[in-house]
């Protein structure tokens, strides 16, 4: 009897982890984007980016200053390796990123480990 | 009421922020600002510098130059956006400024000035004045900052460390009545005490030693994603829950086998873990030693002519066009152009190249190589951040922060990775115990929490970018900028390297190489007479000729009555004796009667040589020949990239037998000649087309688009920027040596990943099966939890100290001591 619940019990949080890690789409917060010149999102780093989802328009300056904050070194770098930058993110500096992407579509960016992720949609 | 991240001073339609009825803010970015980190902005009217800001524009992506007529400076003090304001029309107004530009987020100032202008005082004078601090920016990106909060962070983990392993020998004692003597016995009120006391320490050991497991775990968990501190937190805080309530409730376990604490794994694992996160911190600082080594190469001050006088000022304050004076023995301070004096420089750690370089008026000169021998005055050409130092560590910066392309396959994986280790524990929770021996709610415990403890999935993680920033730094130390890691892992593959021939595969200028005499003549004579005629000559095979004579130690004399007639010929009087200098024709027109030596110039032309007749007061005295010179060490390198299996084309604009002839000194095997400049690109194509993947190398514009289609663009260091710019690989010494030492290179780095890769998934793809007990039934071999918590802690310091090996790698081309 014990074992059928513990089954089932165990079945169910699989099924929990499944949806929340893969299946569930993180609404994710949007950056507010401003509409002169560049467009610009501020971003904290801490155990991952918020926000984790940038909505850009294509063709124009894209300017992303992230903010580090926690002493893990996991963070410490950030990619975008679709628009080949990158740039190390010292604790509790303000670190602009600035690409312009031309194509529509989502683009990931992520620590050098690929365990932080984050993505820019460009429309 | 005043917004307090900008201090502006704000009114009632102010953006306000939920459970901050105090306050409100001029803009979103404001308010963004202070949502990230209210406690930093609480006490912002005592304190109106917070201390992240000083450090202003440690990056220097958002403002890279533009030319060489832009300062950089970082100002202080800004708290709003109308500060920014403030700064710029200061700067503005200085006489000379053409545009000023501020950007508020990394506290920068951008000023274009116009050309050779002395502004930075001026302009750190005009910020001053407007009531904010301002300082030149360097290149140094605050490394100090960085190393000494890394240094931290590693002795408060060792900190933890102890706390964590002193808990754990008592604990590990008291946990094995059975094992250990002196142990009360177990189901005594001594030992419940006791094992009571275990909870409470052990709980400390995770609260403090432990913390970062759990606020990692859940600041990912917000993130909707699972990383290594979810798998510890989750593993160490079951068995300490499992612990507790067995012995604070042992009437919820009917079996008295079930009572049993396992408070050890907890104060084990987190000591190991934790002593394992300290050693590869210390381990990572290894792999961008390169780039800090670069770093460290810039010097700290200059000495300028100003004002006639000599000053030694902070070289961030050097600008274009000032005189710096160098003396023996010290630093090139900026890169310049020698105006006065010689010496020989020391440019092994730009270049590579051991041996220092003459160095005379007209000759370039780099920032951060040591004059040896004289001394010597140099106009400055770059400085700040167009140095090439500065570039180089930019680029190589760059490079570091790319991906390889074998890494985007893991990060797919490292995707997924976390979650499957979980639902691993959970799977193996249930099999043990649904048809596990008794206790079989212990098993299951045991093996779920060493599954949980044993994935390790940081050393994935690890395994392709630490061996690309140690592959990469390695590079720029042997004077090879690789821009990125697509580059460094496609150049492993490399088949064919195609070689532009002038610049290339040979020093790109004519020198004189051969000399015939006829009659009563001697080389020297010879020489001496062609190179005094040509002495007035601008004509670059003169200049040949007259270098030629000068490193033979020739004197040479003036000439008179210079004449010369294009594409045929030059005639001068040299010491009363009348020199004629030229192609047969010429001499036949003179006078001189050259037929003999009709034969010498077909085989000097044959070896794709220029020659010329030399004729005397009307008699044939030789036959001297220019060319252009295959490069000291062109044949060794294309001698090592045959035994590398590489098949090595040259490509040249030039005719057959020139390039032929060129060919056949180095051993190239397949030329490519009279080639149209727009046509190299295709001819690259062509090679592709073959099934081959090309590395195309080149100096020179016209060879930017083949750089630009080659598999791996390789360009010379001494070329041109724009081929710079389209290559994926600057061979900085200019050398082939470097084409040789790239590919080694790429090969020592990708094995090195490789091996990692291999590692990281065999210990996890073994491990996880093993911790979950699929050996138990056939060898009744079950893993502890402590030795899982060992090897995770170890697996990911061992794939960073296998990239640390990378730092021992050495060119073989060095080595043989071809290039010395």
Redesign the interface.
Known sequence: MSAVIVNLVGLSLIGLIVWYFWLSKPQGSLAAVGSSGAQEAFIVVRGGYSPDTIQVKAGRPVRLVFNRQEADPCSEKVVFDAFGVSADLPEGANIPVEFTPSEPGEYEFACQMGMLRGKVIVS | MRDPVCGMRVGESALTVDGHPEVGFCS??CR??FI??PGRYSDRAAEPRS??KA?AG??S??TRAVGSSSIHLAVEGMTCASCVATVESALSAVPGVIDARV?F??EEATIDVAGGSHLTDDLLAAVSAAGYNARQLSND??ED??QG??QR?YRTLLRKFWFAALVSLPVIYFSYPEIFPGVPEKGSTALNLIWGGMALVTLAVMGWSGS?FF??A???F??????MYTLIAIGISAAWLYSTVALLFPGFFPEEKLRDVFFDVTAVVTALVVLGSALE?RA?ARTSEALKKLIGLQAKTARVLRDDTEREIPVERVEVDDVVVVRPGEKIPVDGVVVSGGSAVDESMITGEPIPVEKTEGDSVIGATINKTGSFRFRATKVGRDTMLAQIIQMV??A????API??T??KV???F??AV??AA??T??TW??FGPIPALVYAVITAVTVLVIAC??AL??AT?TSLMVGIGKGAENGILIK?GDALETAHRIDTVVLDKTGTVTKGEPALTDVVTFGPFTDDEVIFLAASAESGSEHPLGEAIVSGARARGLNLADADDFDAVPGHGIDATVNGRRVVLGNLKFMADRGVAAGTAEERLEHLANEGKTAMVVGVDGELAGVIAVADTVKDDSVAAIRRLHDLGIEVVMITGDNHRTAEAIARQVGIDRVLAEVLPEDKATQVKLLQAEGKLVAMVGDGINDAPALAQADVGMAMGTGTDVAMESGDVTLVKGSLTGIVTAIELSKATIRNVHQNLVGAFAYNTLGVPVAAGVLYPFFGILLSPLLAGAAMAFSSVTVVSNANRLRRWRPSLIQQGVSR
């Open positions: 979103e970015y963004t600002q990230a980190n201390t992240a450090k440690s990056d992506r958002a950007n987020a990394t990106p605050d900052g960085e909060r890394r962070l970062q606020t990692g859940w600041s990912a917000k993130h909707r994603s699972a990383n911190l990572r910066r760059d570091q922060g790319s991906k890494q985007r893991v990060d490292a995707g997924y976390v979650p979980m639902i959970l799977l929770f249930m115990f649904t999935p940081c993680g690890l970018p990125s």
